[in-house]
């Protein structure tokens, strides 16, 4: 079992910036796909980025160009980094550990970020 302690959400006004960590309980990196997702309520979770156990990234359209996701081995973290946030932004982020030859996937408890003025 792999637990996701994820940190770093808050209220933050439009254009500033956020960034999010996700601690996986052991080292999983080498066969996990890391990810972040948002959900709004009434909406369905959606992929916000991702990265690979090769360190190959992607990113929802919505984001490009202003969230980075990056992974620190030595500190067994990922990180979203959200800049320029929108109030569209607004949403329970969820750090995802997707499982790369078919083992159990996990998820984060979730964390707030709300962008408003």
């Known amino acids: 079992q792999v637990q996701l302690v994820e940190s770093g959400g808050g209220l933050v006004q439009p254009g500033g910036s956020l960034r999010l960590s996700c601690a996986p309980s052991?080292?999983?990196?080498?066969?996990?796909?890391m990810g972040w997702y948002r959900q709004t309520p009434g909406k369905q979770r959606e992929l916000v980025a991702g990265?690979?156990?090769?360190?190959?990234?992607n990113y929802a359209n919505s984001v490009k160009g202003r969230f980075t996701i990056s992974r620190d081995t030595a500190k067994n973290t990922v990180y979203l980094q959200m800049n320029s946030l929108k109030p569209e932004d607004t949403a329970v982020y969820y750090c995802?550990?997707?499982?790369?030859?078919?083992?159990?996937?996990?998820w984060g408890q979730g964390t707030q970020v709300t962008v408003s003025s």
């Open positions: 995802n550990a997707y499982h790369e030859f078919g083992g159990p996937d996990y």
């Open positions: 052991g080292s999983i990196f080498s066969i996990y796909t």
């Open positions: 990265i690979t156990s090769g360190g190959r990234t």
